[in-house]
């Protein structure tokens, strides 16, 4: 696929949006079309540029036709951002959405003129759908362009009906504002009027996860009637090739502590890289855990900072927690420090379930892992994530039911020592374990020859190749 019908060699553009899940989406994806045959050429800002390698060591990329060109990082003020806003969103990450669509522009465009002059205008663009002022962009140098979701279906379709006030009943009990700040909204909703001209849209799901949703998305035009493609689950080539142990990074002390545990006993918990819980919320939590007498794993860390240029540093956090806590729970409880190898846990023998914030990402890993999840959304796509690993798949269970109301609601440690035995110990968890099982085995199925995720990155390459026969 690196050349197109007429046999001239064609480029593949990818433009993440410069925050870790959608950088690690599109990065795997860029792996999976360059195995494929493609010429890809991933774009993204100086500083995340670095991550990226970081996470393409090993990859041995003389194998693989992935080059990668960097943008300045913007420049950020956090400008008058809402302090009271009651979303759980992280607001550090507003400042840098706009920024890149204000600052980076004029840089995107000479990148663009270039790789197109390069090439022979023979150029496919792969932009995130956050940044919806790249279609201009595109569509100024007649580059066809695709659109990519790092959500999935469920959320899509929860979002268009919102938008639209076509739901009677919402199984995702929490209004828009709860989920985004006003200011990330109206962001958002100008983003989306600029993707009339893409070609389609690629999406990180697969059809036996979603397969009804993918559907009524299409029926509904959620996306205009353009092509969808449904390319997921995206991780780690060696995520698939797992057998019995594998670590995928450095041998680290939590996982030679998990090695200690019995199969399948231990909870892992962890909210992802860009959101915090409050001081009083993280004392409920740990007493939930200590009170519930099961082995946890627990990644506890304050959030990456505004500029989002380094993986944030350990910032005291478990001065939160009372006097001799961990002394207490020695041998029963791990609180790794800020940062953990979460797919190596996930895969890990010893590791019977996941609470989890349910960001899309986590959500796919801990299914293509085969672990039930303990949904405690915060927050973006979140909400509706939850509804669907819990009302949908039957692949986890709620920590409590959520309200429709704008604040932001506590969990008691009660509630969290209730919700871990129902997930670890109750014939509800050992059902939904089952059930997760065999969607890890879909997931394996979709990207392995001959599935459905193959299929659909071999329908869009060739629908890049005929982009330019139009």
């Known amino acids: 696929m690196a050349r197109d019908g007429s046999g001239t060699r064609m ?29 890809v050429s991933f774009v993204a800002t100086s500083t995340h540029i670095q991550q990226v390698r970081r996470r393409a060591e090993g990859w041995e990329l003389h194998n693989f036709d992935i080059s990668f060109r960097e943008l300045p990082m913007p420049h950020l003020t956090a400008g008058d951002l809402d302090s009271q806003s009651t979303t759980m969103f992280p607001l550090q990450l507003i400042p840098l959405f706009e920024a890149v669509e204000n600052q ?52 899509n379709l929860w979002m268009k009906r919102t938008r639209d006030e076509t739901m009677v009943v919402s199984p995702v009990n929490v ?125 506890l860390r304050i959030s990456d900072e505004a500029h989002l240029s380094t993986e944030s540093q350990y910032d005291s956090a478990c001065e939160f927690l009372q006097q001799g806590y961990e002394r207490r729970l020695e041998g029963r409880g791990f609180i790794a420090r800020n940062w953990a190898p979460q797919i190596d846990i996930l895969l890990h023998k010893s590791t019977g379930g996941f609470l989890t914030h349910c960001g899309w990402n986590s959500t796919v890993e801990s299914i293509s892992a085969g672990v039930g999840m303990l949904a405690w959304p915060l ?27 704008k604040e932001n609601e506590m969990v008691s440690a009660e509630e969290v020592e209730k919700a871990v035995k129902r997930l670890m110990r109750s014939e509800e968890g050992m059902q939904v374990r089952k059930r997760v099982q065999e969607l890890r085995n879909e997931a394996r199925k979709a990207v392995g020859d001959g599935g459905s995720s193959w299929k659909d990155v071999d329908s869009l390459l060739h629908h890049f190749s005929q982009s330019f026969s139009e």
């Open 11 to 39: 480029q593949v553009v990818v433009l993440p949006l410069p925050a870790q899940s959608h950088l690690n989406s599109l990065l795997h994806f860029s792996r999976v079309i360059a195995e494929r045959g493609a010429s």
């Open 104 to 155: 980076l522009g004029s840089h995107v465009d000479q990148l663009l003129q270039t790789i197109c002059s390069e090439n022979k205008n023979r150029v496919v663009l792969i932009y995130d759908v956050a940044m919806g002022w790249v279609q201009t962009v595109a569509t100024k140098y007649s580059i066809p362009a695709y659109v990519f979701r790092p959500t999935g279906s469920y959320y």
């Open 175 to 299: 209004s828009l504002k709860r989920c985004f700040p006003e200011r990330f909204i109206k962001n958002w909703r100008r983003q989306r009027t600029q993707l009339g001209p893409a070609k389609g849209y690629i999406m990180n799901t697969f059809s036996a996860l979603e397969s009804e949703f993918i559907h009524q998305e299409r029926e509904e035009l959620v996306f205009g009637g353009k092509p969808v493609w449904t390319v997921g689950p995206l991780l780690p080539q060696a995520f698939f090739n797992y057998v019995q142990r594998l670590r995928l990074q450095t041998d680290t002390e939590c996982m030679r502590w998990l090695d200690t545990q019995a199969p399948t006993s231990v909870l892992y918990v962890s909210f992802g890289s860009v959101s915090s819980l409050s001081a009083t919320q993280i004392r409920e939590l740990a007493d939930g855990l200590e009170r519930s007498g099961q082995p946890f794993l627990w990644v």
């Open 379 to 405: 927050h973006s796509d979140q909400f509706a994530n939850s509804a669907l690993i819990t009302s949908e798949l039957k692949a986890g269970v709620q920590v409590k039911e959520w309200q429709n109301a």
